[in-house]
């Protein structure tokens, strides 16, 4: 009776809004210290620090972009030496990849998804906290390996035997594939954190066809993250080993191969451009709806569109490797699945055209990014279907053509609808707007900056300049463009620039943003700006597509969650009826020690392989004290 | 947004068993994740094995003694797995305990025939792609097999303790035993590759 009376004064039934936001609070508080900093797990502070160390990364690698493009400016410049290029290259690639792209796409899953479907925090926050620290770990090994000079220097996908025992000296590659393990082991943390978010914390009543479609995008992101990670894991680990301990792998003379290298990299590698893609047109989906304020035009389509991408993503990977020789019957079938990835990126462009037909565009700047995006990402879906033909890759592969494609489909299929993004959610983040004004700049500058950029390198490549070359001859009939090129990036940096200064500047002195300053429709824009750490004072229940278009001011919400522990919803994978209140776990530091032995062991394995055995024992006690109950409300059951 | 209450969820159960977890949901998504590397580790194997002239190159197939121990012991260990599990879904407190000290020893008792699998292969890890493909298949697996029987261990030990008698716990001895069952079925087209395959 007394436990009874305990458990009913202890949830939200009573208690008026203020009063509920106060308990709430106090449950869900994190330590203001530096301890306190470290041990949070509050999903929208950690995708914050992985939002922002990703555009750190994304900084870093342009300016090495920008040293590449002052080394290329005129023929045989002598600002860079070859070895020091070929880090410049290697680490801009690997970095924008592994330590940009994928991260800040994750990131903004990690930040969204929970408020999108109406849920406390993330499934897991622990493990998202841990997946932070090996994020930065392996970044900052990257990094420090450049300014030590020993970085990588064999290319972003570190094709053997180039980077083998034979011809690989040193730890410059080994460097690379740790760093891979690194990001990819938290890009696979963060992948089931979505997965298990969106299948079971969705707000009652949300069931599958009512999910945001950018839910929908990155769901299918974290699905072919599961599936194509682990590739790209063995590959990293058995490099490490063929260069360590003598494994065979790489070793024709041993029975080994080369191509199992690209084989394995690219069943990874492809389904990599969707990892990052799926995220961004899911920002699209999500935002163009808002800016014409009406529903999207096909949900269905779009939806089955994003799956039919993450199923096909796997079936192109030999696309990257019609000049190794392979069956002719091989590269045919590659040729038709590669054009066949076209069928559902051109329904979505329809259905985004036929929703900005039928509503009325209201062009603020997230709607410019998102034009911009459709403008090229078009032109970099058509080069997609060039190089998909055998015969024309044969002629342009390793050329500045294939720069440019994937430089289109890359900046302009997931930065423009990232800033679309930041642009769009940065009210949510911070409760103030960027500005208007500055935005334009901004888009104005990266759109022309990027295409007068990166259009010419297709002539280029047409002409024959390969990738990757530090230098070229005056005979050479590539120095003006080039030149072009170059003073062009000078504009697109700037516009980034102006970007970086607009969110610097509305940060502290922003105008106000109020709940929902787009009028949108999602559920993260139903509390307040920024979010309470608890995000919903009240979890929502949802009976449509668009809740907050449903034309009355009030929310329909559940009540009876406690209040003395951090509580959640669990719901059914389809439907969405309530299963079980669950608890959230508190703040914990042991992900940060976690993180720290694991990156021990990781790095020291590239120098000794019984770092495997003695390094495992202090993740094995890390973990461990990780799971140990503490006896706290939160452990009721 | 005014806020108009309308569901009361306050009669739900303070956790969820079985697919009403999130710990079972990251259980099977783990899976997925080994799984998919156990699955490009058989067609690693595959992909070297359609390369070489003959197979096993330069090697006679393993013996079959200490592997084919070891999978009958695995799938015995299956069926105390699975009275755990039934135990755990019962919380029936004693019986998990011992449950768990039996499991704990299913997990040690493979590892000393592994042990005899390594050299069984009759190459070494660094004489051929062939030896390297199935060292790493078995180190793989090994590392599964350890994983388990540490989180068996502090389960164990958790029961043991005063946060034993909780129905998150009975949930976690659930979702052990899953994963158990995984390491086990795992291992079958791995052993029928590593095995039976250079003997067709």
Redesign the interface.
């Known amino acids: 009776m007394m436990i009874e009376q305990r458990a009913?004064a202890a949830?939200d039934?009573d208690l008026d809004?203020a009063e509920l936001d106060r308990e709430l609070d106090r449950t869900w508080a994190a330590r203001t210290s530096f301890w306190g900093a470290i041990a949070t797990v509050d999903h929208k502070v950690i995708a914050r620090r992985y939002i922002a160390t990703a555009f750190v990364f994304l900084v870093l690698g342009g300016l090495l972009a920008l040293a590449m493009r002052i080394q290329l400016a005129q023929p045989e410049a002598r600002f860079i030496d070859a070895g020091r290029y070929n880090q410049i290259f290697t680490v801009h690639g690997s970095n924008m990849m592994f330590l940009f792209a994928v991260p800040v796409m994750e990131a903004m899953a990690v930040y969204l998804v929970p408020l999108m479907v109406g849920t406390r925090n993330i499934?897991?926050p622990r493990l998202n906290a841990f997946s932070y620290w090996i994020f930065l770990a392996g970044g900052i090994l990257l990094w420090i390996s450049f300014a030590l000079d020993t970085a990588p220097d064999v290319g972003w996908f570190a094709y053997v035997p180039l980077s083998g025992p034979e011809y690989g000296a040193g730890k410059r590659a080994d460097i690379w594939a740790q760093m891979i393990t690194f990001t990819e082991l938290s890009a696979?943390a963060v992948?089931?954190e979505i997965?298990?978010t969106v299948?079971?914390?969705r707000a009652?009543g949300m069931s599958l066809d009512r999910i945001p479609l950018l839910v929908w995008s990155m769901l299918v992101m974290a699905f072919v993250v599961?599936?194509a990670?682990?590739?790209i894991?063995?590959e990293s680990s058995?490099l490490i080993?063929?260069r360590l301990?003598?494994?065979?792998?790489y070793?024709p003379a041993?029975?080994?191969?080369v191509l199992?290298w690209q084989?394995?990299f690219w069943f990874f590698g492809h389904p990599e451009v969707y990892i990052i893609f799926l995220p961004a047109v899911g920002m699209v989906s999500t935002i163009l709806p808002t800016f014409v304020q009406r529903p999207i035009f096909g949900y269905l389509p779009v939806m089955m569109a994003l799956i039919a991408t993450g199923v096909l993503a796997f079936g192109l990977w030999v696309h990257h490797m019609f000049v190794v020789g392979l069956p002719r019957l091989g590269e045919s079938f590659f040729t038709a699945s590669s054009m066949a990835i076209a069928i559902p990126a051109g329904v979505q462009i329809f259905c985004w055209l036929a929703t900005l037909w039928s509503g009325r565009p209201i062009f603020k700047t997230p709607l410019l990014f998102v034009i911009g995006f459709i403008i090229t990402f078009v032109i970099g879906g058509l080069t997609g279907v060039m190089v998909a033909s055998v015969p024309f890759d044969a002629q342009v592969h390793d050329t500045y053509f294939v720069v440019a494609h994937f430089h289109y489909v890359l900046i302009g299929g997931a930065v423009f609808p990232l800033i679309a993004g930041i642009y769009y959610w940065f009210p949510k983040m911070t409760g103030r707007m960027m500005s208007e004004r500055l935005g334009r700049w901004a888009f104005w500058l990266i759109f022309v900056g990027f295409h007068l950029t990166f259009f010419p390198m297709h002539i280029l490549g047409l002409q024959g300049m390969p990738r990757r070359i530090y230098t070229y001859q005056p005979e050479m009939p590539w120095g003006g463009l080039n030149l072009l090129i170059s003073l062009s990036a000078v504009i697109l940096s700037s516009g980034f620039l102006v970007f970086f200064i607009d969110v610097a500047r509305s940060w502290s002195t922003g105008r106000p943003a109020g709940?929902n300053p787009w009028n949108a429709s999602t559920l993260e824009w139903?509390m307040n700006s920024p979010p309470p750490r608890y995000n919903f004072?009240?979890?929502p229940?949802v009976d449509t597509r668009d809740p907050?278009w449903s034309g009355s001011?009030?929310?329909?919400?559940?009540?009876?969650?406690?209040t003395d522990r951090r509580e959640l919803?669990?719901s059914?994978?389809v439907e969405a009826l309530?299963?079980?209140?669950?608890?959230s776990p508190r703040d914990s530091v042991w992900p940060f020690w976690a993180a720290i032995a694991t990156s021990i062991m990781l790095i020291w394995s590239i120098f000794s392989p019984w770092a495997i055995v003695w390094g495992s024992i202090p993740i094995?006690i890390t973990l461990?004290g990780w799971?140990?109950?503490k006896?706290i409300a939160e452990?009721?059951? | 947004m005014k806020e108009r209450p309308v569901l009361d969820v306050s009669k739900l159960p303070l956790h969820g068993m079985g697919t009403a977890s999130p710990a079972w949901w990251g259980t099977c998504t783990f899976m997925l994740i080994e799984g998919s590397a156990f699955g490009l580790a058989i067609a690693v194997y595959f992909y070297l094995m359609s390369l070489a002239p003959h197979w096993p190159p330069d090697a006679p197939p393993p013996d079959l003694f200490a592997g084919t121990c070891l999978t009958v012991l695995l799938l015995a260990s299956v069926v105390p797995n699975v009275l755990v599990s039934r135990w755990a879904q019962q919380r029936k407190l004693g019986r998990v305990r011992i449950g768990l000290i039996v499991m704990s020893l299913c997990g040690m008792a493979p590892l000393a025939f592994r042990i005899f699998e390594f050299p069984a292969q009759h190459v070494s890890w660094d004489e051929s792609a062939y030896g390297s493909i199935v060292w790493t298949i078995l180190g793989l697996h090994t590392v599964h097999i350890i994983t388990d029987l540490i989180d068996t261990l502090v389960l164990a030990c958790l029961m043991f303790s005063r946060h034993g008698d909780n129905i998150r716990r009975y949930g976690d001895v659930e979702d052990n035993a899953l994963y158990w069952n995984f390491v086990v079925i795992a291992w079958l087209p791995l052993y029928a590759c590593i095995y039976w395959v250079p003997r067709l």
Not at chain 1, 578 to 583: G, I, V
């Open positions: 009913s949830t039934v809004d499934a897991f696979l992948a089931v997965v298990v299948l079971k914390q009652p599961i599936m990670m682990p590739a894991m063995f058995t080993m063929d301990v003598g494994t065979q792998f070793n041993e029975g080994g191969d199992l084989h394995l709940q139903a004072r009240r979890i229940v907050l001011d009030e929310l329909p919400v559940a009540s009876g969650l406690r919803l669990i059914s994978v309530p299963e079980a209140r669950e608890s094995a461990i799971f140990w109950p006896g452990d009721e059951s």
